[in-house]
């Protein structure tokens, strides 16, 4: 069974088959060019306080101490995705609650320069929960949920598997 993971959660806010696709290892052609942004985005900003960390299932940008507080951050290209660049972080936050570890969330976006807070309120941790939960349900399933049409599809590098 494929553990459930950051990526998977972001796939999850834009597309349950998506989700389904990733979990048996389909993974679709990305595209030179978009790699090399994230890259140089990557390198080229918050170089000072860039401290990557990766765990089994999650792959942190930015690890620093704010005052009493340690901050967990990811960098975005654009802030087109916030809403599952947001959730993926909640979900990061979550697994180090269960690891025993305390932190808070920032959301990045260096070429807008903008920087949202993200905290694991009880709410959010009930929300994340049911996440992963349903993401689970979904990796079990024989087949990909239906195909549906979405504004995210024409963009998606998995539109080759659902229409063409
Ligand atoms: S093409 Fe559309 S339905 Fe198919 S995986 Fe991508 S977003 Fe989902």
């Known amino acids: 069974m494929v553990k459930v993971s950051g990526y998977l959660v972001q796939s999850y806010m834009i597309c349950r088959r998506q989700v389904w696709f990733?979990?048996?290892?389909?993974?679709?052609?990305?595209?030179?060019?978009?790699?090399?942004?994230?890259?140089?985005?990557?390198?080229?900003?918050?170089?000072?306080?860039?401290?990557?960390?990766?765990?089994?299932?999650?792959?942190?940008?930015?690890?620093?101490?704010?005052?009493?507080?340690?901050?967990?951050?990811?960098?975005?290209?654009?802030?087109?995705?916030?809403?599952?660049?947001?959730?993926?972080?909640?979900?990061y936050l979550y697994?180090?609650?269960?690891?025993?570890?305390s932190a808070k969330g920032e959301l990045l976006v260096p070429k807008e320069r903008k920087r949202e807070k993200v905290e694991l309120t009880e709410e959010a941790e009930e929300e994340i929960r049911n996440v992963i939960e349903d993401i689970k349900r979904i990796i079990s399933m024989p087949a990909p949920p239906e195909f549906k049409k979405s504004r995210y599809c024409n963009k998606c590098a998995y539109k080759d598997f659902c229409f063409s």
């Open 22 to 91: 990733y979990s048996r290892e389909v993974i679709p052609y990305q595209g030179e060019d978009l790699l090399e942004i994230g890259r140089l985005i990557h390198k080229g900003s918050y170089k000072r306080e860039k401290k990557e960390i990766e765990f089994e299932c999650f792959k942190i940008d930015i690890i620093k101490n704010k005052g009493s507080n340690l901050v967990i951050a990811e960098v975005k290209k654009s802030s087109k995705a916030m809403k599952s660049a947001r959730m993926q972080l909640l979900f």
């Open 95 to 101: 697994k180090l609650k269960q690891m025993g570890v």
